[in-house]
């Protein structure tokens, strides 16, 4: 069965300073990598996605995350945080059949920025 | 506007007491799906359709029933609610079934069952 985990539950950052938001995967196959962000009372926005290829991929505002298969890790960084950047961050994982339907999300990482 | 709506956004309700929850797509996505969000959990599947008519279990189904009978429509109901069904609710669809695009939220309905 695919899993997603996230390690991080809290993670506080000053602002301007950089971030990494850890994603660790279990699938049995090359999956298909998301990172979704929520900002407060919002749904979900997608921030960026990782299907094949190179395997550091640009996101919007600024996000990047890069696919390390070795390590079943698709982390996700940022170089300068801004305080717009607080929020509930969400990996997931959908499969690679596209014949199959489900979507695995992670617990989620709340990021606050400190001024 | 593309977009996912989901009606209604926020209810409460009692033990037992029937209800569907809407959604609806503009961007003609063959894929929809629904999640509960409750703290700690992150967001977990409930019910997911591939197409009309072609709808399967998530990882939570207990509780719920869904129907896809328009590919716009994807509606969630609940015959007999029960007070651990509080939660946060978000629909989604994506362009093609499966994982292998983005799936975008509706705005999420919050429900509370006394």
């Known amino acids: 069965a695919q899993s997603v985990t996230q390690p991080d539950i809290h993670i506080t950052v000053s602002e301007g300073a950089s971030l990494e938001l850890r994603c660790n995967y279990s699938?049995?196959?090359?999956?298909?990598l998301f990172w979704y962000v929520q900002s407060p009372g919002q749904g979900l926005q997608l921030l960026l996605k990782?299907?094949?290829?190179?395997?550091l991929v640009q996101g919007i505002k600024g996000f990047e995350a890069e696919f390390k298969r070795s390590q079943s890790s698709f982390n996700l960084r940022k170089p300068s945080v801004h305080w717009s950047d607080a929020a509930e961050y969400f990996c997931?994982?959908?499969?690679?059949?596209?014949?199959?339907?489900?979507?695995?999300f992670g617990d989620g990482t709340t990021l606050t920025v400190k001024p | 506007e593309a977009q996912v709506t989901q009606n209604p956004r926020y209810l409460i309700t009692v033990t037992g007491k029937k209800l569907t929850v809407t959604c609806s797509q503009n961007?003609?996505?063959?894929?929809m799906s629904w999640y509960r969000q409750d703290p700690g959990l992150g967001l977990r599947q409930i019910y997911y359709?591939?197409?009309?008519?072609?709808?399967d279990k998530g990882d939570v189904p207990e509780g719920y029933k869904v129907s896809r009978k328009e590919k716009r429509n994807f509606p969630l109901i609940l015959e007999s609610p029960s007070p651990n069904q509080t939660s946060l609710y978000f629909c989604?669809?994506?362009?093609?079934?499966?994982?292998?695009?983005?799936?975008?939220f509706g705005p999420g309905t919050r429900l509370t069952v006394t």
């Open positions: 989604a669809s994506s362009l093609l079934p499966g994982g292998t695009y983005e799936q975008y």
């Open positions: 699938y049995g196959a090359t999956p298909y």
């Open positions: 990782y299907f094949s290829g190179d395997t």
């Open positions: 997931a994982v959908g499969p690679a059949n596209t014949n199959a339907g489900k979507s695995t």
């Open positions: 961007m003609n996505h063959e894929y």
């Open positions: 359709s591939m197409n009309v008519e072609v709808t």
